[in-house]
Every structure is written in structure tokens, then in C-alpha cells.
């Protein structure tokens, strides 16, 4: 492509964007950094907002450079890049400093940085080389097993690190899937497990089951239509329960009532099984199968809450959750995110004005909590339109990613809007206390600058696609 030809391709309006949010990330780090005591100029590279500056500057010359590189080269060496990035991230196993409880880092000498922030773009550009290959059908269960290594085994390394935050944003994929076929059946149970997930932390054993069971008979109900079958169904179960119920009574056994009235369901679940296996009625396996692996999930959670998540992380799902309150500890961070974003009002405080940011009482306030510093200083107008920005940054990578006549494009296109979309709502979530606390950076606006260069990367490999978009991809 010609060099003029490219630039008039390039589209300016995202490139604009991505402009915007960065220079309003530079001034709430500047703000958040500030002390009137001490005078600082805007430009003191000693700090954070003057090291931000300088990771600025880096990054426009990354995107500018990524501009130049021919499109055929991401095609042809995804899999490399992805290849050198799960390199690095097994060198920070072995070799990496751990700051703020994660060993996520790799340090040389004044120099250090974060290959997590580089494992998104790096498998987006995976994902896409093997699902636009040729022959490439998602239905295939090897199709799924390849999809399934490429997305699991960064997010796996980055877990170890203890950096849990930044190994689920790889859980966004699934959304790039949906949107190349994968059938909406699997994001309904994505979204059941999640559910349970939850509800097998809030509720009791015995009321979780009753509600499975519930649920399960109205699931065979509607796949057995006919009130038939339904109350000879509920017949059976109700006859095993009192007879079950009763018999516990008389022989005093002496359970608790917990362990009869689950041993009462799951013994008539089991007649009603044989009922249904003699009758012949239909999909009485599977809602078998589902209801078996729903009861055997909720009961692996608090073996998977206790045992693989770190007691903060712990802490904090329960806070959010209701379950415990301990505002000034684990809480601490959240709840002096509200008040000064509350604070704020319609108009905000004004620039430099925020006295939750001036005084510190918000800890991570230029990294994790930088979107507090909006809130307080600029107010619901100012937060409306850094969200305006946002959610049209995300249109504009939809729109850009429906365009592409090549499958490569498209499907990047996708991973690079669902990533950020990701970081934006959970970090935006976590700050006014809707989401758990699990430190990822807002794009563009938090302190750092791995995450920074990563979001500039996978943003721009992105553009310079869509500025070849009329030309096909050498395969």
C-alpha cells in the first residue's frame, strides 16, 4: 500500500479517541499525584505524571511504528508473538519481582515491566491467525480444544503470578466466539455457573439444593409438556420425601434436618429417574446430567474459595457480596472510592481541587482507583463524558470489526473491543463498589507503562488492519 494511500485509510475518528482518553489519563494522574505543598512542575520526570509523559510519548511512537509495518506481518507472525510472549511470561515464574503480592514483573536494572499487559494482543493475534485459517470450523471439538489452549494457557501463567485480575480478562473471549457461531446455549450456562457461583456463597447448602431441585422440575416440565407426566412426577418425589421424612422420625436417627431433607430430595430424584427411564420420556439424561453437575459444582466452591483464592481476595468477594463488612479494612479502598466520587455532585470540585485525591485517602488512586480522581474533580458531567468516550470507542471498534473482508481483521477487531470493554467495566465497577476488587487498570487512564504500551499495541494493530481493509490478506 502506498504511504498516502495509508494515511488516508487510517480511521482518524478512533485514532482521535484514543488521543482524548490518553491525554485525560495523563491529567487525573497529574491530579492525583498533585501536592500544593510542594510545587512540582507538570513536567517533573521524578514524578508519576512525568513518568507517564515520557510512556506517552513511547507510546506514540509504538503506534506510529506499528502504522508502518506492513498487515501481512501480523498475520504471518502471530503465532511467534504469541510464542515470545508466553516466553516472557514463564520467565517471570522463575525470574520476576513481586510487587503488591504478585510476581508479575521482570526487572532490568532501571527498567522493568509487565508481560501480562502484552498476553492480550499477543493472543487476540493467535486467535484470529487460527480461526480465519482455512478449513476452520468451530464446531469441531478439536477447534474448541486449540481455542481453548490458546486463550487458557496465558491466563493459567498469569495466575500463578497471583495476578487473578488480569487472568480473567481472558474470560471476554468467549464474547469473540459468539460472534463467530458459537451457539448463545453456551453463554446462557456461562452465565448460570456464574450465578451459581455466587448464590453457592450467599446461600445455604440445603436452601441451594431446594432451589436446583425446583428449577429441575420445572426444566422437566416444560421438556415434558402434558400435566401427565408433571404431577405423577411430583406424586412420586412428595411419596419418597414423607415416607424418606417419616421413617428418619420414627427410627430416630438423630440427623440434622439438613442431611435428611437432601437425602429425601436426592432419593426421589432417583425414583423419578427410573420412572422417567421407564416411561421413555424425553431428555431425562441430560436434565439428569445438568442437575448432578450443578449439585457437584456448588459443592466444589467453597473447596475453590477456600483453597485456590488468597484470603484479600476472599475478603473482598464477601464484602461485595454482603456477606462480611469490614469498611475499614478490606472495604477501606471501595468505600473512600464512593465517597469521593459522591462527593463529586454534578459539576465535580474542579480541577486539582479533590480533597479525597489531595489528602490520599484513596489508596492505588493513579493506578487501580484512578477513576475516582474523575468523579471527585469533574463530577457526573465529567464522568459522563470519559464513559461517552469510552462506549464510543467500543462502537467504533464494533463498526470498524463489521467492515473487515478478511476473518483475521474481524475476529481481532472483536478480541481488541471486548478487552477493553472488559478493563472498563470491571475497573469502573470495582471503583463505585458493583464489582470485586481484582486490580486491572482502567485503559488509558491508570498509571503504568506496560499497560499503556499494551493497550496502544493492541488498539493499533487493530487500525492498521482497518486501513488495509480493501486489500486481501496473503495467506
Aim: charged share 10%.
Amino acid at each position: 500500500m502506498a504511504r498516502n494511500k495509508l494515511w488516508t485509510n487510517i480511521d482518524w475518528i478512533t485514532v482521535i479517541l484514543f488521543i482524548l482518553l490518553v491525554f485525560a489519563g495523563w491529567l487525573n494522574i497529574y491530579s492525583a499525584v498533585y501536592n500544593d505543598t510542594e510545587q512540582h512542575s507538570i513536567f517533573d520526570f521524578s514524578q508519576r505524571y512525568g513518568k507517564q509523559l515520557i510512556w506517552i510519548l513511547a507510546a506514540f511512537l509504538i503506534a506510529f511504528t506499528i502504522l508502518l509495518i506492513e498487515t501481512n506481518f501480523y498475520l504471518f507472525f502471530s503465532y511467534i508473538i504469541y510464542g515470545l510472549v508466553i516466553f516472557t511470561l514463564v520467565l517471570v515464574l522463575l525470574f520476576g519481582t513481586e510487587i503488591n503480592y504478585s510476581k508479575s514483573w521482570l526487572t532490568f536494572g532501571w527498567f522493568s515491566f509487565q508481560p501480562a499487559e502484552f498476553g492480550k494482543f499477543a493472543a487476540a493475534l493467535a486467535l484470529a491467525k487460527f480461526m480465519s485459517s482455512f478449513g476452520f470450523k468451530l464446531s469441531r471439538p478439536k477447534s474448541i480444544a486449540i481455542i481453548s489452549l490458546i486463550v487458557l494457557l496465558p491466563a493459567f501463567l498469569i495466575f500463578l503470578q497471583n495476578d487473578t485480575g488480569s487472568a480473567l480478562v481472558y474470560s471476554a473471549f468467549i464474547l469473540v466466539l459468539y460472534r463467530e457461531g458459537l451457539s448463545g446455549v453456551v453463554l446462557f450456562f456461562g452465565t448460570l455457573i456464574a450465578l451459581l457461583f455466587i448464590f453457592s456463597l450467599v446461600l445455604s447448602e440445603v436452601l441451594l439444593f431446594g432451589i436446583l431441585t425446583s428449577l429441575t422440575l420445572l426444566v422437566y416440565m416444560i421438556a415434558n409438556p402434558g400435566l401427565k407426566y408433571f404431577f405423577r412426577v411430583i406424586f412420586i418425589w412428595v411419596s419418597v420425601v414423607i415416607l424418606f421424612a417419616g421413617l428418619n422420625f420414627l427410627l430416630k436417627t438423630g440427623m440434622e434436618p439438613g442431611i435428611i431433607l437432601a437425602g429425601t430430595l436426592l432419593l426421589g430424584g432417583v425414583v423419578v429417574w427410573i420412572y422417567s427411564a421407564r416411561n421413555k420420556l424425553k431428555n431425562y439424561v441430560t436434565i439428569t446430567i445438568i442437575f448432578i453437575g450443578a449439585i457437584l459444582f456448588s459443592l466444589s466452591v467453597d473447596f475453590t474459595f477456600s483453597q485456590v483464592l488468597n484470603s484479600y481476595q476472599q475478603a473482598r468477594i464477601h464484602e461485595l457480596l454482603g456477606i462480611e463488612s469490614d469498611p475499614l479494612g478490606v472495604g477501606y479502598n471501595v468505600n473512600q472510592s464512593k465517597i469521593a466520587i459522591g462527593s463529586g455532585g454534578f459539576w465535580g470540585k474542579g480541577f486539582l481541587n479533590g480533597t479525597q485525591t489531595k489528602y490520599k485517602f484513596v489508596p492505588e488512586q493513579s493506578t487501580d482507583f484512578i477513576f475516582c480522581t474523575v468523579g471527585e474533580e469533574w463530577g457526573f458531567a465529567g464522568t459522563f463524558v470519559v464513559v461517552s468516550l469510552f462506549v464510543a470507542l467500543f462502537i467504533r471498534l464494533i463498526f470498524l470489526a463489521e467492515r473487515q473482508r478478511s476473518g483475521f481483521s474481524r475476529i481481532y477487531g472483536y478480541a481488541a473491543a471486548v478487552i477493553f470493554f472488559f478493563h472498563f467495566a470491571v475497573n469502573i465497577g470495582m471503583t463505585i463498589g458493583m464489582m470485586p476488587v481484582i486490580g486491572i487498570p482502567l485503559p488509558f487512564f491508570s498509571y503504568g507503562g506496560s499497560s499503556l504500551w499494551g493497550f496502544t499495541i493492541l488498539l493499533f494493530i487493530f487500525i492498521r488492519l482497518d486501513a488495509s481493509r480493501l486489500d486481501y490478506l496473503s495467506y
